[in-house]
């Protein structure tokens, strides 16, 4: 008897094996809510430092469940629930970062009275910054008046994040911080409209020179991506900006470097300005940069404004005229 029950035994055993093989397995089992209670529970006394055990709990009983659209939105609810309540700050910051896998304009209300408190704003604003949607935005905009600026940063991050343009005006007068100027700089130009990019022109020319560095370097990334989409005539504006003698060496480098970029031979007047008024880094780099075109007209250019150098860019012209091995240049230099 025992043996004839181990045969079919371990035959059921090879039947299962066989459906699960052709794709017979059973589905994600569905939580059960007294499992999810005493889990978030167990979670909603967690402190920093203390053992872990019961979010590694969590966080496996909730990944099971979020292939189903279905359950999602129940997940939701109750994570949402949890963070409305009377439980740790760690906690929050726990489920805060649950939420933000599955949160929907669902979860604004409670996540915008979090944000407006100094200890949850953080954990809050992680969330509302990838929930699409108006209300997400309007939930970040009212923060930025209630909130000190050492918590402001990251909401003008997060506002900058989703190119809202509506929160524009609202980020202007914060150009005028240093606790908040490179945020607002950056968020004005990822937003990139027109009236976002004017501010930053303003600023450039008005504002003291700490801002100013921070917000030239704020356009010069707008110009960059301008670039890249194939954008040419707005990167040009800014990089021909960027190229004028009043500027730092480094940034007037940076602008004659993106003209060349934007507007290839058009260019070349402006480098040939820059290489007899320009600084010796700012004559070196532009030196630089013309040889790389190797065309006939630039080398003559180049031989033209020979005399009213300065040594060391004499020297530095005759090397690289040295290296490009046309007819004038060798000519020149051999002569």
């Known amino acids: 008897m025992t043996k004839r029950w181990l045969k079919l035994a371990f035959s059921a055993c090879l039947l299962l094996t066989g459906f699960n093989a052709l794709g017979f397995q059973k589905s994600a089992k569905p939580i059960e809510t007294d499992e999810l209670d005493t889990l978030l529970a167990k979670v909603g006394r967690y402190n920093y430092g203390a053992s ?101 940063v990251g909401v003008i991050s997060s506002l900058g994040a989703r190119r809202d343009r509506k929160a524009v005006r609202l980020l202007i007068p914060l150009l005028e911080s240093p606790e908040t100027v490179d945020a607002t700089a950056a968020a004005l130009a990822r937003i990139g409209d027109g009236e976002a990019v004017d501010a930053l022109l303003s600023a450039k020319t008005t504002a003291d020179e700490r801002v100013r560095g921070k917000v030239q370097e704020a356009l010069m990334d707008w110009a960059d991506e301008r670039l890249a989409e194939g954008r040419n005539r707005g990167a040009f504006l800014i990089y021909r900006e960027m190229a004028f003698m009043s500027e730092l060496d480094h940034i007037r480098i940076a602008g004659l470097q993106g003209l060349l970029k934007s507007a290839g031979a058009g260019a070349i007047p402006t480098l040939l300005s820059a290489l007899t008024d320009g600084e010796l880094n700012v004559q070196a780099a532009v030196l630089k940069l013309l040889v790389q075109l190797q065309t006939q007209g630039v080398t003559k250019q180049l031989i033209k404004a020979y005399p009213t150098l300065p040594e060391l860019t004499k020297v530095r012209l005759l090397s690289a005229l040295g290296d490009v091995k046309d007819g004038a240049s060798l000519s020149f230099v051999m002569g």
Not at 117 to 131: A, F, H, W
């Open 52 to 152: 872990r055990e019961a979010l590694v709990d969590l966080a496996d009983c909730l990944s099971r469940q979020l292939s189903d659209p279905k359950r999602v939105s129940a997940l939701e609810k109750r994570l949402i629930q949890f963070l409305d309540s009377d439980v740790t700050l760690a906690a929050k910051d726990v489920i805060c970062r649950h939420l933000a896998v599955i949160a929907s304009e669902a979860s604004v209300p409670v996540l915008s009275k979090l944000i407006q408190k100094p200890s949850t704003s953080e954990m809050s604003r992680c969330v509302l910054e990838k929930i699409p949607g108006e209300a997400a935005d309007r939930a970040l905009r009212g923060a930025l008046a209630t909130l000190d600026d050492e918590h402001r």
